[in-house]
């Protein structure tokens, strides 16, 4: 299993997917609490590698990941554009109901914070490369 990981100063994106990319879980989560759920998400599942963004804050989150979790590697990916990209694909995982959905794509904005569904790209991206 590969956890995602959106670092960020006040909430992070965690996601849970397997090497096919099936997903077990997501959330966002208060940057206070991404310690506590990555480990509560290691004792669930079976953690064999940290995928995570490499922008923002992504080396103090390293360095707080390395030295919290030692024996579980870390793997930086490119985050470029993984904020719009995340925006459509929350509509395509949440499809628009009521008014919103007579609003053109460009014009949607996701009811909630999309930093889960960033990690899930991360995932996503991960893979992409792992594969030939």
Known sequence: MLLGF?????????????AA???????VVAAAAA???V???RSRYAITRLVMGN????QQWQTRLAQEFPDLPITLVDERNSSLEARDRYWQLYPPRGLTRLLPPGMRLPPRPVDDIVAILLIERYLAIQRP
């Open 35 to 37: 310690m506590t759920t």
């Open 39 to 41: 480990a509560a998400w």
């Open 6 to 18: 959106d670092p960020g100063r006040d909430k992070c994106g965690i996601a849970v997917a397997d």
């Open 21 to 27: 990319g099936m997903l077990a879980e997501h959330q």
């Open 55 to 58: 922008q923002t804050t992504a």
